[in-house]
């Protein structure tokens, strides 16, 4: 690129040290190719669905910054090592995504419940067990259980899969060259990750709008309490 040739003529090193460009000398992401925070909560219905306003906010911020990772993996031979750890931080950026989509929706299912004290009504088909979910799959089977989530034996070890590789952004445990890992590529981005994302969107989120209107409609407690 022309602008690295005239770092270098300046006697500068580019990365390790390099002039300071000005705004208007920078290379610009064209306009409109990151989407909008309300485009995001139109399209993937995260309001009213994920009513936690903090995170709703921070799961729009995630999507945009996956709009910039594909303008980078769209329109940059990136190629050598980098590559490789690039599509892992695309894989990761997105799984972050789908966990926190997925545990909005149970910790409104769990306020609704118990969010003024614990609901006394025990046997109740609605009502999810409320846990600390630290480990997404449990969600996902409370979530099957409740016959919200309609996902087989192979789409969990899908999801859990995706966890894996999320999982691996702690360098220190894993156990082989991401140089070389056949992990890290666009394919299992498209075929893994953006698959579960669509699904949420597609089947997930419009069966849990219809289980939580149904529990708000036919609510015993609610009806105990007026």
Not at 86 to 91: H, S, T
Not at 194 to 202: G, Q, T, W, Y
Request: net charge positive.
């Amino acid at each position: 690129m022309e602008i690295e040739k005239l770092q270098r003529e300046a006697g500068f090193n580019p990365p390790v040290s390099q002039m300071i460009l000005s705004k208007k000398d920078r290379i610009r992401l064209p306009t409109g190719y990151i989407r909008t925070t309300d485009y995001f909560n139109a399209a993937y219905s995260i309001y009213p669905l994920v009513k936690d306003k903090l995170l709703k906010q921070n799961i729009t911020y995630a999507f945009q910054y996956g709009d910039f990772l594909n303008f980078i993996a769209n329109r940059f031979d990136i190629g050598l090592s980098v590559q490789s750890i690039f599509y892992k931080y695309q894989i990761i950026n997105l799984y972050t995504i789908i966990e926190a989509l997925i545990r909005g929706c149970m910790k409104n299912l769990n306020d609704y419940c118990d969010g003024d004290g614990k609901c006394p009504i025990t046997e109740c088909k609605y009502r999810s067990i409320k846990f600390d979910a630290k480990d997404l799959l449990k969600v996902i089977n409370e979530f099957r259980r409740l016959e919200v989530l309609h996902w087989d034996r192979d789409d969990v070890k899908m999801i859990d899969k995706c966890r894996r590789l999320r999982n691996n952004i702690h360098i220190h445990i894993t156990d082989e060259s991401e140089l070389n890992s056949d992990e890290y590529t666009m394919k299992n981005f498209n075929d893994f990750v953006v698959r579960i994302l669509h699904n949420i969107r597609d089947n997930f989120y419009p069966n849990f709008k219809e289980h939580f209107q149904e529990m708000m409609k036919n609510c015993q407690r609610k009806k105990t309490d007026k």
